[in-house]
Each structure stands twice: as structure tokens, then as C-alpha cells.
């Protein structure tokens, strides 16, 4: 213990290094709280891509946001260098292990440095945690958490107290509600969002198990909207097919999605980032997840006790993505099942 305390005094500055996706951000968002609670006086940073930055907007635990220069889709090293420098960290945190941030972090002379003991790299790190995410054994926010460790946090955080401290712009809420009110969405009812579309880090539900579900959702009494990206705005045509359900894919910025998701009852998506920022707003999320174990709900689930989770009810073992897709796996969920769990959940909200 005495050891530990020497190697790591109470932080005064610290940088968080997420530069990766929204839905893996938003599940690091806990980690500033956590500090704050612990570290009062302590500077919280986050590293960054410029695409996630509106997550970060106005948080209550977060003091400065830096956003990785890049060049051509490649970092930069040597402006990134220059900028954490002038920063001047005590230490830093690499949640997501990759060698050009890792070695930024290292070149820039942070004191103390903290990631996966794992990769080829970790030499970089001078505080090393040990644990295999791959093997799913608990969830990527836990994992996350799980860092703070280094820093004399301890991990008391489940689905029931978690706090991602996630906020609605105003501006943001404003310009969605008018678009809702000009699409002439009845906004006394309850907004269901459905977001068919993923970054293609899983396996998804298939086209027409969610033209399915949203056709039974559509005979009952709730505003059904369908967002995605703007390249997903013929997948949502296809899906919204004679329903009255409203197509917003392509409509709206990260800070809109934000602001959109906070007027809904309930979001259903494939695992994607938005079901995390659902999640994080309290949101009650309904998601569908592969078995496989690097894509499993137990690792990448809505970090929620407002949730269900739907699988696969083929009974494979050791799921890989060449075998689910061989399989089908995703079209052995049972539409029927799905929409009565919804039914029973929105008659309660």
C-alpha cells in the first residue's frame, strides 16, 4: 500500500483518452464523476475525436475538452505531442488502448500513465491494469471503471447508480420539438424511437424483423420515429413501408439526436451508440445482441436497469460472426415476443 501511495499522490490533473466511438464514450462518461467525488480539486480532461465532442457538451465533472488533430484520417503525432505538453497532466488515463495515443502520452512526459497491461505497447504504461475485455466477463463500462483503480477509486458502480451526467442542450431540445411539431407529431403521446441502422461493429436484426415490429407498434397508440444516419435514410423508407411512422434518419446532428432521444418513452436499436446515450438519459432502451462474446449484451448491453435485451434463441456455442451470419441467428427473434414485452413496458411508463 505504501508503494502504491508513492507511485500515485492525489492527481491535480488528469487527462481521459477516449478517441474512439460515441456509444464507447458515453460509457466512459461515468469515470469524470467518479474523480470529482473522490478528487474535488482534481482538473478533468478528455482527449478526443472531433465527430464525439457534443457528448462531452456542458458536462457538470468535465473541465476542458482537446480533440485529436488528425490528418488524411491518421493522427497526428507530432501537433498532438505539442498540445498535451503545453497541458502539463500528472496523469492520464488510456481507456482505449492504441499505440499513436498511447505514445503520445508517453513522448509528452505525463508522470503517471495508466492502461491495459496487454498489448505490445504497454511498456508505454508505467500503471498497468490486467484484464482480457474480450472475454466479456463483465461490461465495458465496468472495465472502464475499473482504470480508476490506479487512483485509489474503488468500482461501486452497477446498473441501478451508475451516472453518466449526460446533458440536453436547450437550443438543441428547441429546434427539435418545432421539427416535430412541423412533421405534426403529437407530442402528448408516447415517442417511440426505433434506430434499425449500426456502425457495423455487430450482427443486427434483419430489415424485416424491424418493419415487422414497427407495423405492430404502428396499430397502437404511440409516434413512431425512425432515425439513423443520412445513409440510412432508404433502410428507414424500407422499414417505415405503409406505416405512419415518421422518417427523421439523416434529419438531425449528435446534439439534436441527444436532445430527440430525451423527449422519447423508449429507443429501440441494434447495439449502437445511440442506445448508449439513451441509456445514459434514463430512457428505457430495448436492443437486439448477437451471442457472440466480443459483441454480447454482457459487454456492450445499455448499462441500465430500464432495459431488455432480445438474443438469438438458436442455442450455438462459441458464436462467431462468420457463423451467425452463416446461420441467421438474429432471424430467430421472435417479433411477436418482442412486441408484447414492449406492449407491457409502455403501458407502464
Known amino acids: 500500500k505504501s508503494i502504491f501511495i508513492k507511485m500515485i499522490a492525489e492527481p491535480k490533473n488528469i487527462l481521459i483518452v477516449r478517441t474512439d466511438r460515441i456509444g464507447d464514450l458515453v460509457l466512459t462518461l461515468p469515470l469524470a464523476g467518479l474523480i470529482k467525488k473522490q478528487y474535488p480539486n482534481c482538473r478533468v480532461s478528455f482527449l478526443i475525436r472531433d465527430y464525439t465532442k457534443n457528448i462531452l457538451s456542458n458536462h457538470p465533472f468535465i473541465d476542458n475538452v482537446i480533440v485529436l488533430k488528425e490528418s488524411d484520417g491518421k493522427d497526428n503525432l507530432f501537433d498532438n505531442l505539442n498540445l498535451i505538453k503545453q497541458k502539463r497532466f500528472d496523469t492520464c488515463i488510456v481507456v482505449r488502448p492504441m499505440f499513436i495515443p498511447s505514445l503520445i502520452m508517453f513522448l509528452s512526459g505525463i508522470k503517471n500513465r495508466i492502461g491495459t497491461g496487454y498489448r505490445w505497447y504497454s511498456f508505454l504504461f508505467n500503471q498497468k491494469v490486467y484484464e482480457h475485455r474480450k472475454n466479456a466477463e463483465r461490461h465495458e463500462l465496468e472495465y472502464n471503471i475499473n482504470l480508476?483503480?490506479?487512483?485509489?477509486?474503488?468500482?461501486?458502480?452497477?446498473?441501478?447508480?451508475?451516472?453518466?451526467?449526460?446533458?440536453?442542450?436547450?437550443?438543441?431540445?428547441?429546434?427539435?420539438?418545432?421539427?416535430?411539431?412541423?412533421?405534426?407529431?403529437?407530442?402528448?403521446?408516447?415517442?417511440?424511437?426505433?434506430?434499425?441502422?449500426?456502425?457495423?461493429?455487430?450482427?443486427?436484426?434483419?430489415?424485416?424483423?424491424?418493419?415487422?415490429?414497427?407495423?405492430?407498434?404502428?396499430?397502437?397508440?404511440?409516434?413512431?420515429?425512425?432515425?439513423?444516419?443520412?445513409?440510412?435514410?432508404?433502410?428507414?423508407?424500407?422499414?417505415?413501408?405503409?406505416?405512419?411512422?415518421?422518417?427523421?434518419?439523416?434529419?438531425?446532428?449528435?446534439?439534436?439526436?441527444?436532445?430527440?432521444?430525451?423527449?422519447?418513452?423508449?429507443?429501440?436499436?441494434?447495439?449502437?451508440?445511440?442506445?448508449?446515450?439513451?441509456?445514459?438519459?434514463?430512457?428505457?432502451?430495448?436492443?437486439?445482441?448477437?451471442?457472440?462474446?466480443?459483441?454480447?449484451?454482457?459487454?456492450?448491453?445499455?448499462?441500465?436497469?430500464?432495459?431488455?435485451?432480445?438474443?438469438p434463441q438458436i442455442d450455438c456455442k462459441n458464436c462467431t460472426s462468420k457463423q451467425c451470419k452463416k446461420l441467421n441467428c438474429m432471424d430467430s427473434i421472435d417479433i411477436s415476443k418482442v412486441y408484447h414485452e414492449i406492449k407491457n413496458v409502455l403501458i407502464k411508463l
Request: proline letters at 3%.
Open 148 to 311: 480508476l483503480e490506479k487512483l485509489n477509486i474503488k468500482n461501486n458502480v452497477d446498473e441501478s447508480n451508475v451516472r453518466y451526467d449526460l446533458q440536453v442542450d436547450e437550443q438543441s431540445l428547441q429546434n427539435v420539438i418545432k421539427d416535430l411539431l412541423d412533421e405534426k407529431i403529437d407530442l402528448q403521446k408516447q415517442i417511440v424511437i426505433v434506430h434499425p441502422g449500426s456502425g457495423g461493429s455487430s450482427i443486427d436484426l434483419p430489415i424485416n424483423k424491424f418493419t415487422e415490429l414497427v407495423k405492430k407498434l404502428d396499430d397502437d397508440d404511440y409516434q413512431i420515429i425512425l432515425t439513423g444516419s443520412k445513409n440510412e435514410i432508404e433502410l428507414c423508407d424500407k422499414i417505415k413501408s405503409t406505416s405512419n411512422a415518421k422518417n427523421l434518419s439523416g434529419r438531425f446532428n449528435l446534439t439534436e439526436i441527444i436532445a430527440l432521444i430525451s423527449k422519447s418513452s423508449m429507443f429501440i436499436s441494434n447495439s449502437t451508440g445511440p442506445i448508449h446515450i439513451a441509456a445514459a438519459l434514463g430512457k428505457f432502451t430495448v436492443g437486439f445482441y448477437p451471442k457472440i462474446v466480443s459483441c454480447s449484451k454482457e459487454r456492450w448491453g445499455p448499462y441500465t436497469n430500464k432495459k431488455i435485451v432480445f438474443e
